[in-house]
C-alpha cells in the first residue's frame, strides 16, 4: 500500500521501554491505542532509517499523514488510525502533531538548549498521552501533568540511546548549551565510555527530568479510569527508577534498562502508589 513497510524496523509494541496497551488498560480501548501505536512506529522507523534520503522519508510521512486524512490507498497505518478516530469522534490533531515531531527529526539534528528540547517533546511526547487520555474520556485538566510525564519518557529515551543516535543518525538530542557548560561538543559521544564531563551532563539532564516526573506525580491520582490510573502509576515508578539511574551510570557503556525482575517489582510499586493516590482522593471527594 505504501513505502513505509519497506523502512519498517520490525520493532513491536512489546520491545518499547515503557509499557504500550498493557493487560491494565481496558480491554475494548487496546485496539485503538495499538493503531495509534501502529501509526507513531511506523512514522519512527521511517525518520530513523539510516540509510533512506530524507525527500524520501519526508514523502512517506506525507503518505502517513494523507492515510490519516482518509485517503485510500496512501497509508495502511494511517487508514487503521483515521477509522479508529471516526469511530469515537475523536479528533486527529495528536497524531498529527506527532508527524510535526518525525519531520523535525528528519530536518533537524541538533537541539541548542532544554527548552528548544522540551518544545520538540510538545510534538515528540506529550500527542501520545494526550491521545491515550482523550480515548479514555478524561478531564483535559490533567494534560500538563500528562505533558511533564511524557517529556520525562521521551528525554529518558533520549539519555539512554545518546550514543548509538549519535553513531547510527548523527542525531544529538544532548543540548548544545549543556555540552558546551563542560566544555565539550557532540564528538564527546564517539568514545566508547562517557568522559567525566559528559557524565556531568548526562547526569543534569537526568535531574531535571526528575523534575519533570515531580510535577507528574500527581497524574495517576487525577485519573478518573481506576486501571489507566494504575498503568501511570507504573509508568511513573518505571520513569522515576530510570532517571535515577541515569544520575549514576554511563549509557555508553553500562546498561540502564531494568531486567525483568527489577521492572516487575517497580510496577507493583508504582501501582500500588496510584491506587493510595487514589483512595486518598475518594476520601476527600467522595462524589
Request: with cysteine.
Amino acid at each position: 500500500m505504501n513505502g513505509a513497510s519497506e523502512l519498517a524496523s520490525g520493532k513491536g509494541h512489546r520491545d518499547e521501554n515503557f509499557p504500550v496497551a498493557s493487560w491494565l488498560v481496558r480491554p475494548e480501548l487496546r485496539p485503538a491505542i495499538l493503531a495509534f501505536y501502529h501509526f507513531a512506529r511506523a512514522a519512527d522507523d521511517v525518520a530513523d532509517h539510516e540509510s533512506a534520503a530524507p525527500e524520501r522519508k519526508l514523502a512517506q510521512l506525507d503518505a502517513l499523514a494523507a492515510g490519516l486524512g482518509g485517503e485510500r490507498g496512501a497509508s495502511a497505518e494511517g487508514e487503521a488510525l483515521h477509522a479508529v478516530l471516526r469511530a469515537r469522534g475523536l479528533s486527529d490533531q495528536h497524531p498529527l502533531d506527532l508527524l510535526e515531531a518525525f519531520r523535525r527529526d528528519v530536518t533537524q539534528r541538533r537541539y541548542e538548549s532544554w527548552t528548544e528540547l522540551m518544545e520538540y517533546c510538545r510534538y515528540s511526547a506529550a500527542p501520545v498521552g494526550r491521545f491515550v487520555l482523550d480515548l479514555h474520556g478524561e478531564d483535559r485538566r490533567c494534560w500538563p501533568a500528562n505533558d511533564a510525564l511524557c517529556a520525562a519518557l521521551q528525554v529518558i529515551n533520549h539519555l539512554q540511546d545518546c550514543g548509538k543516535d549519535r553513531r547510527m543518525l548523527d542525531r544529538v538530542y544532548l543540548p548544545l548549551d549543556a555540552l558546551s557548560a563542560q566544555g565539550i561538543g557532540v564528538a564527546a559521544l564517539d568514545a566508547p565510555r562517557a568522559s567525566a564531563p559528559l557524565r556531568a551532563v548526562i547526569a543534569g539532564l537526568a535531574r531535571r527530568t526528575g523534575g519533570l516526573l515531580a510535577q507528574s506525580r500527581s497524574l495517576a491520582g487525577q485519573i478518573a479510569d481506576r486501571r489507566l490510573s494504575l498503568e501511570v502509576g507504573v509508568i511513573q515508578s518505571l520513569a522515576e527508577s530510570l532517571a535515577a539511574r541515569l544520575q549514576r551510570r554511563d549509557p555508553l557503556s553500562e546498561r540502564v534498562h531494568h531486567r525483568q525482575p527489577e521492572a516487575l517489582a517497580l510496577a507493583l510499586r508504582g501501582g500500588t502508589a496510584a491506587l493510595l493516590a487514589r483512595l486518598r482522593l475518594l476520601r476527600r471527594h467522595p462524589a
